[in-house]
């Protein structure tokens, strides 16, 4: 039996066009000018520099007279289109990821790499002056390979033992194994090829020249690091029958090691990326002024040659089919370096309009820069002053930085949802978070305050908060316990 349903739906599909103009609204400044070089080097059509004889605008490649060729076959149909797809992160170009912090009025600079070794080739390099067989050289080197970058050796020896067995071909025991992690142990920085972060410490803290403290903060850390980890300074006092202050300069003592030494290898060429502000917001007069970083205003124009040969093109009698198909890639060359233009003008006033929208519903906050004037701010909120889409607000926000005359700062960190204070006010979380956090600078670090009695103390400010919210908000500022907080 067949049944007939009536099934209506309601679909958006989005062109190839206003993809790559949601891609472009997204970039920031650097990544931006990488897709730009990108851009001209893929399209010859497409120039930079202002040429006022022949820019763009004046349109007279586009004309009727080529339409008759236009080849239907090439044109790109809108059809199901995945925009997760389009946007996910696995379609990041490498370009993402570069850093150039130069503005366009900065002098021509290079930042030259100095030669260097690697973290584990300076680590062989120390073993090289170690007297040592062949046999415990391979052990040692094995060992060297198995160190992380934060300067650990997180396996079992059992398992190094079986894995060198396996994998190389070399025969040992566990005492062999541990006979060589001492020697390890003896490389720069103090502290490289611990198993643990107990071992790592004191590693260190035997490297160290022998004191009162140090001899105690060995002790404490030896057989007493539970204790220690939880700040139980009460128990160790009683434990070892000292002065809070003889205790105190022995957790200073532990204090100043590095709990990760492969990671302050000076060796590892770790690249630092700058931040170039998008955006730029100064006090002027006593009102704000917002500018647009200017690298994000490229002057473009459409080539002139390119133009040249479709009017040839055009003024010609015979027409080849070899002509024919030279004017389709000419017309499609110039159509998208139109195209680019315009997404790149579309790009600047999103941009422009949607910090802009920002900037005047923040402007408290921007002419003092007391965050605690911060109002609550959703996308929606700019969405529907500026006329424009939350997913693009999200697009700008996300992505972009505005420098301030309180520093430089990520846009979408002025977003907050909002909360009603004793007043019935709304308030913005981010204002509360501001006052929490400087109730936890300002207390007594010898008897910090519980998440209990910080929702009182924010209670009675006028924000009556629920101690799991004091917690979450905690965690969210990366503030410990209070127990991890407590100083001798």
């Not at 080739?121 to 090289?128: T, V, W």
Request: negative net charge.
């Amino acid at each position: 039996m067949l049944k007939q349903f009536l099934n209506l739906k309601l679909s958006q599909k989005l062109s190839p066009q206003q993809i790559q103009l949601m891609k472009l609204i997204q970039l920031p400044t650097q990544a931006f000018e990488q897709r730009l070089l990108e851009e001209m080097n893929e399209n010859p059509a497409l120039e930079s520099g202002n040429d006022e004889d022949e820019i763009y605008e004046n349109d007279e490649f586009e004309n009727d007279d080529y339409d008759d060729y236009d080849d239907e076959s090439d044109r790109i149909e809108a059809d199901d289109i995945n925009i997760d797809e389009y946007l996910s992160d696995d379609d990041i170009p490498d370009y993402k990821t570069q850093a150039n912090n130069y503005s366009d009025d900065d002098d021509d600079r290079e930042s030259p790499i100095v030669a260097s070794v690697s973290f584990h080739q300076d680590l062989i390099n120390q073993l090289n002056t170690f007297i040592l067989d062949d046999n415990e050289r391979e052990i040692a080197e094995f060992l060297v390979g198995s160190i992380d970058d934060m300067g650990y050796i997180r396996r079992s020896i059992p398992d190094i033992v079986d894995d060198m067995a396996f994998t190389q071909g070399i025969y040992t025991d566990e005492e062999m194994v541990e006979k060589m992690l001492y020697v390890i142990h003896e490389l720069e920085p103090s502290g490289v090829g611990a198993r643990d972060l107990q071992e790592c410490l004191l590693l260190q803290l035997k490297h160290k020249t022998p004191t009162e403290y140090v001899d105690l903060a060995i002790d404490i850390i030896e057989n007493q690091f539970d204790a220690f980890t939880k700040k139980h300074y009460d128990k160790l006092i009683q434990k070892y029958n000292v002065s809070n202050e003889q205790l105190k300069k022995a957790v200073h003592e532990i204090e100043r090691l590095n709990p990760k030494p492969g990671g302050s290898f000076t060796g590892n060429n770790k690249v630092t990326e700058n931040v170039v502000p998008d955006f730029a917001i100064r006090i002027v007069d006593g009102e704000l002024e917002l500018t647009l970083n200017g690298r994000n205003a490229p002057s473009l124009h459409v080539s002139k040659d390119y133009q040249d040969m479709l009017r040839t093109y055009k003024d010609s009698r015979d027409k080849s089919n070899d002509q024919k198909d030279a004017v389709q890639f000419i017309k499609q060359k110039l159509d998208s370096a139109k195209w680019f233009i315009d997404a790149i003008r579309q790009r600047q006033e999103t941009l422009f309009v949607t910090m802009n929208a920002i900037m005047h519903y923040q402007e408290e906050y921007f002419l003092d820069g007391d965050e605690t004037k911060l109002k609550p701010m959703i996308l929606k909120d700019i969405a529907d002053l500026v006329g424009l889409d939350i997913s693009t607000i999200s697009r700008v926000a996300n992505s972009k930085y505005v420098e301030t005359p309180y520093g430089t700062k990520l846009i979408k960190e002025f977003f907050s949802e909002a909360m009603k204070n004793d007043q019935g006010e709304d308030v913005s979380t981010l204002e509360i978070k501001k006052i929490l956090q400087n109730i936890i600078e300002e207390e007594d670090k010898k008897k910090p305050y519980p998440d209990d009695q910080l929702a009182e103390l924010l209670k009675e400010k006028g924000y009556p908060i629920a101690r799991r919210t004091i917690a979450k908000y905690r965690e969210q500022l990366d503030i410990p316990v209070a127990r991890m907080r407590k100083k001798i």
